[in-house]
């Protein structure tokens, strides 16, 4: 789906134009991407730092029941037009259902769960429904909570952490900063050296890590990190990750 519905255009990321609704040239007819494993090689770094969430197979497989855009073209027009939606919703899902691992934010455990089940009920609407929905509006919901989320777990230690939420960090050097428990939500972090830092606890939605060097960074328990963000940055065999996301192939042993 991603393959298809998304525009990109030639650039660092990309190798050449594509328009929304136009098949990537390297897609293959059983949905299989012609150069997965050379992508960086063949100029589509792009295609290794995005990731849909699962939104494309939900659309494929639940909203439209099973049929694709080659064999019901009728489709296409509105399946491609559901996908965004989609995608923000299940996006949701992934750093509610992580909110309710951390044990620091019990107190709204229960709030999490009834916006995760809402969330994932809004998912399993129809066509019709998803075009309807306003999507910004669910997501500040889910953001307020998300936030109170944020502040929990990072008050552990009673410790003053830094906040840096939508900071323009750009190529700035924190070789071996104490980041511990900061607020890096949105910050753009893109050629920051961050090489040695403690980043343990700090929350890293929306962080912009692209060409950041997180070389020997200590990453554990930081939370809202997802596995997009770390392949579009750079690190090395002593890079500590938090549990459940894995050391991108680029990154040398």
């Known amino acids: 789906m991603c ?3 998304l525009p990109f255009a030639r650039s660092a990321d990309f190798a050449r134009d594509k328009d929304a609704g136009t098949p ?7 949905f299989s991407c012609g150069i997965h494993a050379r ?3 063949k100029g589509y770094q792009g295609c290794t730092v995005y990731d849909c969430f699962g939104a494309g197979q939900k659309v494929s497989q639940v909203t439209f029941g099973g049929r694709d855009w080659r064999a019901a073209p009728e489709t296409s027009r509105t399946m491609f037009e559901v996908f965004p939606a989609m995608r923000h919703l299940h996006e949701l899902l992934w750093y509610l259902t992580e909110a309710l691992t951390l044990k620091d934010a019990r107190p709204v455990h229960a709030d999490l769960r009834r916006l995760l089940a809402e969330t994932e009920r809004l998912t399993e609407g129809d066509a019709a429904s998803l075009a309807a929905l306003d999507v910004g509006e669910h997501r500040q919901k889910v953001n307020v909570l998300l936030l109170r989320t944020s502040e929990l777990v990072r008050a552990k230690g009673g410790r003053k952490a830094k906040n840096h ?4 960090l750009m190529g700035r050097r924190l070789r071996r900063a104490d980041l511990r428990c900061a607020n890096l939500r949105g910050a753009y972090l893109i050629a920051a050296d961050l090489s040695g830092a403690d980043l343990r606890d700090a929350d890293m939605i929306g962080a912009d890590l692209r060409d950041a060097d997180l070389s020997g960074a200590d990453l554990t328990g930081a939370f809202f990190l997802t596995q997009p963000q770390l392949n579009a940055a750079r690190g090395d065999a002593a890079t500590r990750l938090p549990a459940g996301l894995a050391r991108p192939g680029h990154w040398p042993v």
Do not use: E, K
């Open 3 to 5: 393959c298809v519905a």
């Open 24 to 30: 990537c040239g390297n897609l293959q007819r059983d």
């Open 39 to 41: 992508l960086r090689d």
């Open 165 to 168: 939420r939508g900071a323009d």
